[in-house]
């Protein structure tokens, strides 16, 4: 039972040490809808060395600070090289609210 117990003891602090996600964020530009109830927000997503950069962009509520997970509405990276990227090395993406925010469920 004790080798059990210090399995376990032993997740649970590695659980609390290492971060949920290696992965950061860094924003990039914030649109705000055009009732200036919500706002995209478009940032860097770089997971370390083991993987691409990428661009994403999520909705998000306008008083809301910038996510730390991964986008909700748009991801892209280079595709290896085969997209063209920018020289943060991530491609380029282009945002723009066309109407007024429309919910669907």
Known sequence: MLPVAAVV?????????FPRSMCTNDLVSEIRSPDGACKVVVFQRDGGATTA?????????VDAPLPS????????????GKAPVTGSGTPQVQIAWTSPR???R
Do not use: E, K, M, Y
């Open 102 to 104: 429309v919910r669907r």
């Open 53 to 61: 950069a990428s661009i994403q962009a999520s909705v998000v509520a």
């Open 69 to 80: 997970t991964s986008g909700n509405l748009f991801v892209a990276d280079s595709d290896h």
């Open 9 to 17: 003891l032993v997740a649970v602090l590695a659980a609390q040490w």
